[in-house]
């Protein structure tokens, strides 16, 4: 009898206990006006929770992170990373509804600073802000008060195999608008199919690869090239209620002139299953290829493969026919922002932690020899690129020949859901290139 | 007798208190966030009345196409994957020697995660095939995943190899059980292996077709990691699935509550498609 009694109340008790902790979970995303409250209990150490994107500083922003502690007792700070752009934006926010919001995290263009305005912190009165190269912050910027610090600046181009050009006597320096690339890009073609350089590059097989079904490398960046002489700045874009293609017919050659001379010359459809690494590990940096268009974050990859090949690239402009020619796009892919709903320490720790991290010797070491960063602020003198394809971006940028980044400022997911799916239809022959034009552009006028 | 009902309350509550707040609540708000206008970050949205629904059926091309192709793929899907499964069970009740082995080699794939099998078979196709095809100068083999019927083609091909060996063991329990007394009467009637197959095994298999074709049906219905790893939706969305256009919805456009909204038709044709399915296949069904 007495264990029945005793066997009820314990079931008893554990169903209020589950009550409690189910009732515990589910309401626990509304309590957002106070997430950090247990933060106060423990006084002696300042926790500070870093969400961010980049996974190949992961390691390295650790490392940094554990530099900062040595220096700064009483503060810990907890890094997570999630990979890749919309993965990001969707653990991002997951993050924010399960209650645990991180201190730090980051945000790209301006349509992610006006959705996430509400949690953002006014950054305005930083130290950084003063030392941003010019119009950098412009992404960040809004009604006058910056909201976030820029990652590092990124440049792609015509990433090309220098040894290549040399072997076919193309001199690449010659090459600075649309009609010198286009001849290179025959002469190139030419020996190629006449088999002159097999001997020394063996798996040589075309001069372009084209990754169509990465719709990033269409619809933003191949894209970017002309609507970043449309529009001046990503704010431009992202308040243009329409979008002109001004550069409508060069943008066309530059998407054919990839597609022709592609190792699918002969079905382009084939290139909508051309991917990333097709284009960089298995095309570039094995020498299947000898131009592609990338950035400077592939270096990394390629010096994985053969670390020859890798500090043999270069960059060749990205020429706009009717518009300026010479030149590449260059930007800034990610911001670090912080929470404006943690607890004031915490922040004041955030705040001086990403400042540490940007101006201090000790931090600049990292930025530029451990990120392998291009620093988006001045003050880096000492601190210069080692590699090939960063020291490219940097010689452009330095001398001026550069267009900005202005897909951030397209509607959400127009560049990369729209433009780049039209694009793989275009080259699937299931649409032709005016159709392109005007259903994009109905597309974004929609999407405002 | 008093107290059965207080313990049926003891054993029933805690997971009817679960269900309620991990099924029932989510849903409910789900269905409220179809009504708005959320954008998935701030907890406050406005109600939009009907209008995601409306434009899910007048504006949105997208939405419609995948609806389609998922009912393609499905319809599909299914009868590989029963008849591939129903083939392999029959082959190993066979009484083969190594028929041990091969269950466990035809279950094997059904072992590895989705994701990592879109990636295999990604390889497969476009670099295998591809390999192959410009060794031997096969155009077919060339450019898969390129088109939206190889995309397509690729899908089911994956899906069978990966589902059949399940299947296969939902089969095997079935024909495990036929008695062997009627088995052996059909013999001794003269029966030939086709006619014991058509009118005794898979009349008393029948059940077991039942839930095959309902696991199948769903599975397919709801895919969606084969269906990121292996063609991503490429080319041009043409073999995006209704699962993976709902998540691009959310997260990409970041209109969650139209992906709400999509996510409630969503739930309700599947419903209505497998409710009817076991309906009709119970129908069939022959008792013992």
Known sequence: MKMRKKLALGMVFMLVLSAFLLAGCSSTPQDTSAPQEDGEEVRETVEVDIFQFKVEIGRELEQAARAYEADNPGVKINIETVGGGDDYGAALRAKFQSGAEPAIFNVGGPQDVEDWMSKLEDLSDQPWVDLALDGILSGATVDGKVYALPFNIEGYGFIYNKGIFEAAGIDAASIVDYASLEEAVKTLDSKIKAGELKDEYPLLEAVFEYAARETWVTGLHTSNAFLGQEFDSSIDAFNANTVEFNYADAFKKLIDLQADYSSNTNSKRNLNAVDYTAQVEEGIAIERVAITQQGNWVYGGVKGVDPAVADNLDILPMPVIGGQEDVIPVGVPMHWTVNKDVSEEVKEVAKDFLNWLYTSDTGKDYIVNQFYFIPPLSGYENFKPEDSLGAAVQRYAEAGKTTPWVFMGYPTGWGMDVLGINIQRYLDGSMTWEELISDSQAQWERMR | ?288
């Open chain 2, 1 to 288: 007798m008093k107290h059965s009902k207080l313990w049926f309350g003891f054993f029933v509550g805690p997971i009817l208190l679960s269900f309620i707040v991990v099924v029932i609540a989510p849903m409910m708000m789900g269905i409220y966030y179809s009504f708005t206008d959320w954008n998935g970050i701030n907890n406050n949205a406005d109600w939009v009345g009907l209008k995601n629904y409306v434009e899910i059926f007048t504006q949105d091309r997208e939405f419609l196409n995948a609806f389609q192709f998922t009912v393609k793929f499905a319809i599909v899907s299914v009868i590989t994957i029963n008849a591939m499964g129903f083939g392999l069970a029959i082959l190993v009740t066979r009484g083969l020697k190594i028929s041990n082995f091969l269950r466990s080699i035809f279950f094997m794939p059904n072992l590895i995660g989705g994701l990592i099998l879109g990636f295999v078979w990604q390889f497969i196709f476009t670099r295998a095939f591809h390999a192959v095809g410009v060794r031997f100068g096969i155009d077919f083999l060339q450019g898969w995943l390129a088109t939206t019927s190889t995309g397509f083609w690729g899908l089911v091909i994956l899906m069978s190899w990966q589902m059949a060996g399940y299947m296969m063991v939902i089969y095997i329990a079935a024909i495990e059980n036929i008695p062997q007394s009627l088995l052996e009467a059909a013999e001794i009637d003269g029966a030939t292996n086709w006619q014991v197959l058509r009118h005794v095994t898979i009349p008393l298999v029948a059940p077991a077709f039942t839930v095959g074709v309902f696991l199948t049906l769903s599975n397919s219905f709801k895919l969606y990691d084969q269906n990121l790893s292996l063609t991503g939706g490429g080319p041009f969305n043409s073999t995006q699935m209704l699962a993976m256009h709902i998540y691009n919805t959310a997260f990409r456009f970041n209109t969650f509550g139209l992906a709400q909204a999509k996510a409630v038709v969503f739930l309700m044709a599947v419903a209505c498609i497998s409710l009817t399915q076991i309906y009709y296949s119970k129908k069939r069904e022959v008792e013992m």
